[in-house]
């Protein structure tokens, strides 16, 4: 290995490392797995910034009154009757439940035994990239496919694997485009994470995978243009011939939880036909996405309270049938939302009404089409799976429902104004409440947090801290005919955040100052999360990573 100190860290092959080690970490970072992720990087770190600066001036373009359209320049794409995505790949003929959540030991295991189709292993949303967290997830995913991996909860409680033939396909969700990683460096900038994580996992993976009868599959997150597919796919083709694998070996799902990218399934599908196995329906990126994009647009973009904009909305059902309508066209699988209900066993009347409503979602889902949907807990796997079993009887998938009488209506997609309800007192503290509990524990490394039975991930922190911004600035008014202004937020945080459960080394001031910056001040961040990487999260991990390296 070509190993040099540096000022800023050691530097391997050509990449600085910066952070402080993490047990087994030489496993991960081996010298050939470091020049392939460098590759990756090199070939594609122009393009991505090309690609997040087009984010911006197409943003700019909606904030100023261009409502988002069905391309003109792509139509032909649409309208050929011939083009379809390559077959299903093994292990993901049949999805009809999926399970998501991070890559810590105790999920793996969990995930893995939980009786689903498929386990979402999720660096993005659910996880905080830690140091700790981006290795410790690569080596856990090795460990469950050696079927070395095992757990004992600090109560005694041990945790092993069910019989290889009952465990669900793997499928891996890494970074969106708009995340660095800063603890590796080329010429003294940050690789992209989610190459980083995709670089990871396949170099290691992808032939243990394909052994196993399987293969190296990925979710797709944060996506908002074709041409952003195209990079991955690109990215693809390089790594399997850098691996000598065959071409098409990858299968990807793309999470269509932008709204600029619901204008474009076709597309995103047909960059990706040799390698795309399907769209997922991510909901509450969704709405945050929806949110971002025409904050300062006026009334007909203002949602009501978050608890109250389901999936019946007229803008969401759009989008979802017109999802599967996408997909079905094209041979590519619909896979619906997530069902973030946290079983509460101590409640028993709340889990009996919480399980109803997850099951009506699953089943309108099911009728809609969708091969298959996303539970966030394993106690939600049996519900989901009787549900899709009744739909889809001794069928794996609804592949041949081609939906074609969903209309492909533009408009349709942007019907925001339609949506029922109101906002609220209770709404507003709600969002102050959720949004500062969930920066604090993901601040802790945790980004998947169980807050009032909801498992709360990043999306839905956008969500709260955006509707607070957009309120604000758009001068809504509450149900009882209260203005929303600044100060009047302001004094609410206030009284949340002295209610808010303090502990020894909690994060809340830091956790508070980010809120207050992303939700309270003029200007509007893309994402809550990368400005707490790169100012809070970065020194206090490095300072937790050598203690417990210590240890």
Known sequence: MNSTNSLNGITFNGITLTAPPIHRQEEILTPEALDFIAALNRTTTARRAELLAARRTRRSQILSGTDPRYLRETSAIREDPRWRVAPPAPGLEDRRVEITGPVDRKMTINALNSGAKVWLADMEDSSTPTWGNVIRGQLNLIDALERRIDFTSPEGKEYKLAPAEELPTIVVRPRGWHLPEKHLLINGKPMAGGVVDFGLFFFHNARRLIAQGKGPYFYLPK?????????????????????????????????????????????????????????????????????????????????????????????????????????????????????????????????????????????????????????????????????????????????????????????????????????????????????????????????????????????TAEISRSQIWQWIHSQAITDTGELITYDWVKELLEEEFARLPRFDEDRFEDALEIFEAVALGEEFPAFLTTSAYEHYLHAHAEQRERQLAAA
């Open 223 to 459: 996506i908002e243009n074709h041409l952003e597919a195209r990079l991955w796919n690109d990215i693809f083709i390089q790594a399997q011939d850098l691996l000598c694998i065959p071409q098409g070996t990858i299968r990807a799902t793309v999470l269509i939880e932008t709204i600029t990218a619901a204008f474009e399934m076709e597309e995103i599908l047909y960059e990706l036909r040799d390698h795309a196995s399907g769209l997922n329906a991510g909901r509450w990126d969704y709405l945050f996405s929806v949110i971002k994009n025409f904050r300062t647009r006026g009334p007909r973009f203002v949602l009501p309270d978050r608890n109250q904009i389901t999936m019946t909305a007229p803008f969401m059902r759009a989008y979802t049938e017109q999802l599967v309508r996408a997909c079905h066209t094209r041979g590519a699988m619909a896979i619906g939302g997530m069902a973030a209900f946290v079983p509460n066993r101590r409640d028993p009347e709340a889990n009996a009404n919480a399980m109803a409503k997850v099951r009506a979602d699953k089943t309108r889902e099911a009728n809609d089409g969708f091969d298959g949907s996303w539970v966030a807990h394993p106690d939600l796997v049996p519900v989901a799976m009787e549900v899709f079993d009744e739909a889809l009887g001794w069928n794996p998938n609804q592949l041949s429902r081609t939906r074609e009488d969903v209309e492909l209506d533009d408009r349709a997609l942007l019907n925001v104004e339609a949506t029922q309800g109101n906002i609220t007192e209770q709404g507003i503290r709600d969002n102050l409440w959720v949004g500062i509990q969930y920066i604090e524990s993901w601040l802790r490394g945790h980004g998947a947090v169980a807050l009032n039975n909801l498992m709360e991930d990043a999306a």
